[in-house]
């Protein structure tokens, strides 16, 4: 029987000294694989910005990564989440809508040590992304770029001159900060109900898709009206709600008489056909408009919101990327992350989107696309809010984040509207709206 | 002796096993268990599987972390929203039904009478509504009806007629959902009818027409017993299914406008995954179960008795 000289001891330690002595190969993936959830933008080709800041991050860290752009039409995205929250597995990174990382706020990674340094290094966060986007005071994702956006008002430059008297570029002149002391909700009003006189409405949907709930959101707070307050309680029987309600009521009567069903196209299809002199929306109502009406779009001025009592707010949805700590590399999310929210990659995502996207931090405010975006020449400088003369507001706050997102996605605020507005009696619609909110406290 | 007798024994179970497991294999019912497992397998696995776990998630608490019981569903009952919602669902469901059926048994006849040559053609056209898939043919009816821009009330407006808010009025939001749903789903039960219609034999027509039965009295003596069955089963079915629908509301009205379109699919939706409450969510789905397990019980029940009185 034929026997082999080398014993299993000495085998063993040959093995053993190989592996010591084997020089480190760093392959191509060395890092490990990274697979993102990413919102899949509406903007034709803004994606691409993203995959080439993630390559270039990948191909430099060595990571093998897979972006995978989830729509959000039908909530394809939010089915998303919530099926691998209840799985736990699945992405890496995930993109959250804005009430989402409250929501799985025990699901996601804390990433205080990637936002300390990036406010230091970009500027502070608005407190709406702070409210959103943290959970027990720590920090559970990063303010995203792709996807948040303010819903300011978009307004004909022309219908406003020429039936309301109201010179909207002269409040708010591109390259300048605004002059907009006297640009109140009372004037607001008054160019509404002039515009509609002449034929040409304002158009604010009072439906319960997210551009209604977040008109009513910015108007409800500007006038200090606050259905549930930070602690939870129902405040919604109070002279600031009555007050929004009737100024909302003076608003809807001079608007188009279908807004309670508008959705999210309606607005921009409104303006766009050449029928309205205001809408409140990000810009895309204008890049459809440059695209299939650019004589419209030429006559269009994107501002800031009026001031009401208590202060000038405007309606502003941040996009968040999480970690979900479920991960197994989360060392290399937390350094795609870093990298995605560097001012040079925001930067490229800002002009891909056409500006349409948003950063969160102050310092980031004032890209050359915003400037330079037209026709008109400077209609989208206002868009960021750069000279910080609004605060920007979420629906539904600061009502605790799981309170809020019901009163946000049931469209509690519209709904008072369109209930008083079509005649219901004041104390009537705020017991209804108080039985709605006794039904969201549940834990 | 014993110790050969033993395993002779053992010998004998082992060859009486394996020919009663010979006869079980060679049983119709058997080959047809087997053949069905595979399907009752993935059923098993993509329904009774996702049914038995909503209803866990409907008895645990908003965050999932407590045992609640029936605590959703007690929840559910003082909302007022819920009740509208309940009532909305048998107003959809009711109605759609009814006129399914009515819409479905006429023109089945129509259909029935049109010479055998033509009559294929005319059967596939009015299949079409019911082939497509009921979200892109909502999508084709919410322009129909878009609140600003409507195609009906253009036509409307060339008579001088005010425009309507199909989408924007509880009620005409209402008449407008139900509208696309008989639409979609009439072609089903003209379908059944029209196979109903034929098995019908002739003999029957003319034993009727030589006692002198009017048009009327066949209808009411001769085709209404003979579809009975049909009927019955056509219109549970079609409950179920209208009860359960998602697509044509979610996509037409959304619920809306003031919540007065939600049915039990929608709020479930609505609540369970965009407002962040699954487990109201699945108490909201699950409150079909019983409305639906009554009416199945009954109409069941109704075509067993028939069955055994013939």
Not at chain 2, 286 to 300: D, S
Request: glycine share 8%; proline share 6%.
């Amino acid at each position: 029987m034929a026997t082999s000289g080398l014993s299993r001891r000495a085998f063993q330690g040959l093995a053993a000294g190989a592996a010591l002595a084997a020089p480190f190969v760093r392959g191509a993936h060395a890092a490990g694989k990274l697979s993102m959830g990413f919102w899949d933008h509406w903007v034709p080709g803004a994606n691409q910005a993203t995959t080439d800041l993630v390559n270039a991050w990948a191909a430099k860290e060595k990571v093998d990564v897979q972006i995978d752009y989830i729509t959000s039409q039908g909530n394809k995205n939010r089915l998303t989440i919530a099926a691998e929250a209840q799985a736990k597995a699945g992405h890496d990174i995930m993109a959250l809508p804005s009430w989402e990382p409250a929501d799985k706020a025990k699901l996601l990674e804390p990433l205080d040590e990637l936002m300390g340094p990036l406010i230091e290094q970009n500027g502070a966060v608005d407190p709406t992304v702070a409210y959103l986007g943290k959970a027990d005071g720590h920090w559970i994702c990063v303010p995203a770029t792709v996807g948040s956006q303010i819903k300011g008002p978009c307004s004909r430059i022309d219908l406003l001159k020429q039936h309301a008297s109201v010179d909207i570029q002269a409040i708010y002149p591109a390259g300048s900060p605004p002059k907009a002391e006297g640009w109140t909700m009372d004037a607001y009003l008054k160019a509404a109900q002039a515009c509609h006189k002449a034929g040409f409405p304002f158009g604010i949907g009072i439906g319960g898709t997210a551009d209604s709930v977040d008109s009513a959101g910015a108007i409800f707070s500007s006038f200090g009206a606050v259905l549930v307050d930070g602690g939870g309680n129902i405040t919604v029987k109070s002279d600031p709600v009555r007050q929004a309600l009737d100024y909302y009521k003076q608003l809807t009567a001079v608007m188009p008489p279908d807004i309670a069903a508008w959705d999210d196209a309606s607005n921009n299809k409104w303006l766009v056909s050449g029928k309205g002199a205001s809408i409140m929306n990000p810009p895309s109502a204008w890049a459809v408009a440059k695209r299939d009406a650019p004589q419209i779009a030429e006559q269009l001025w994107t501002h800031g919101m009026p001031a009401g009592p208590k202060g000038r707010y405007a309606p502003f949805v941040p996009y968040f990327w999480g970690v979900w700590s479920f991960s197994r590399n989360k060392s290399a999310a937390k350094s795609l992350l870093m990298h995605l929210s560097q001012a040079s990659s925001v930067e490229k995502m800002v002009a891909a989107s056409g500006g349409y996207d948003l950063p969160s931090f102050a310092k980031l405010t004032t890209f050359k696309t915003w400037a330079e975006e037209g026709p008109p020449k400077g209609t989208l400088y206002h868009y960021p809010n750069p000279h910080n003369h609004q605060v920007l507001s979420m629906a539904g706050a600061p009502a605790p984040p799981k309170i809020a997102v019901q009163i946000y996605t049931q469209a509690i605020m519209t709904k008072m509207v369109a209930r008083h507005a079509q005649g219901e009696a004041m104390e009537k619609t705020l017991n209804w709206a108080a039985s709605e909110l006794e039904g969201f406290m549940r834990t | 002796m014993a110790d050969i007798a033993v395993p002779r024994a053992g010998t004998a179970v082992g060859a009486g096993g394996r020919a009663s497991l010979h006869r079980l294999m060679q049983r119709k019912s058997t080959i047809a268990f087997l053949m069905a497992l595979p399907l009752i397998l993935v059923i098993s696995l993509l329904v009774a599987y996702p049914a038995f776990y909503s209803i866990y998630l409907a008895t645990l608490n908003k965050s999932m972390e407590r045992f609640v019981g029936l605590g959703n569903f007690s929840f559910l009952f003082g909302r007022e929203t819920f009740w509208l919602v309940v009532k909305q669902s048998c107003i959809f469901a009711i109605t759609a039904v009814i006129f399914k059926a009515l819409i479905g048994f006429v023109v089945a006849h129509f259909v029935h009478n049109i010479p055998a040559k033509g009559q294929r053609k005319w059967r596939g056209m009015l299949l079409v509504p019911w082939v497509i898939p009921p979200a892109m043919s909502t999508l084709a009816w919410l322009w129909l009806f878009d609140p600003s821009y409507s195609a009906f009330n253009w036509i409307l407006a060339i008579f001088g007629i005010d425009p309507v808010p199909w989408t924007g009025n509880a009620h005409w939001a209402r008449f407008a959902v139900i509208l696309v749903n008989i639409w979609v789903g009439a072609p089903f039960f003209m379908i059944m009818y029209l196979a109903a219609l034929k098995s019908v034999p002739e003999q029957l027509y003319e034993a009727a027409a030589i006692d002198g039965a009017t048009w009327w009295q066949r209808i009411w003596y001769v085709t209404l017993p003979m579809m009975r069955n049909i009927i019955a089963i056509t219109a549970l079915f079609s409950l179920i299914v209208t009860f359960a629908n998602f697509d044509i509301v979610r996509v037409l009205t959304a619920g809306g406008p003031l919540d007065y379109t939600h049915i039990f699919a929608t709020w479930a939706f609505r609540v369970g995954i965009e407002s962040g409450d699954i487990p109201l969510g699945a108490s909201v789905s699950l409150f079909m179960v019983p409305i639906l397990a009554v009416a199945a019980w009954f109409i069941l029940r109704d075509i067993n008795q028939r069955g055994n009185e013939a």
